[in-house]
Nanobody, 125 residues
């Protein structure tokens, strides 16, 4: 079992940047494929980005492509989400998730076995 804790959220003006971090404990993050999801008030949780165990494969949602980057540092047991050019519609609680499997369902929340508590990101206009 792995425990995930997100950090780095906050309030930022539109056009600004934030860097989210997900720290793992219990088991090493290299054992898992990792992802970020987000959920805005009144909306369903949506996929943001995913990265394979080795970091060789990444997927980014079309809505954030060219603005967000996912990366991992297996030595530090962390996964990061760099968010640039933020927009008010990026406002949401961002969740880190871990999965023992990957493949074509990488954007499905049901694939992921473990979740963090989330970190709030608020983008003001």
């Amino acid at each position: 079992q792995v425990l995930l804790v997100e950090s780095g959220g906050g309030l930022v003006q539109a056009g600004g940047s934030l860097s989210l971090s997900c720290a793992a404990s219990g088991r090493t993050v290299r054992d898992y494929h990792m992802a970020w999801f987000r959920q805005a008030p009144g909306k369903e949780r949506e996929f943001v980005a995913a990265i394979s165990r080795s970091g060789a494969i990444t997927y980014i949602a079309d809505s954030v492509k060219a603005r967000f980057t996912i990366s991992r540092d297996n030595a530090k047991n962390t996964v990061n989400l760099q968010m640039n050019s933020l927009k008010p519609e990026d406002t949401a609680v961002y969740y880190c998730a871990a999965s023992t499997s990957f493949g074509s369902r990488y954007d499905r929340s049901s694939l992921y076995n473990y979740w963090g508590q989330g970190t709030q990101v608020t983008v003001s206009s």
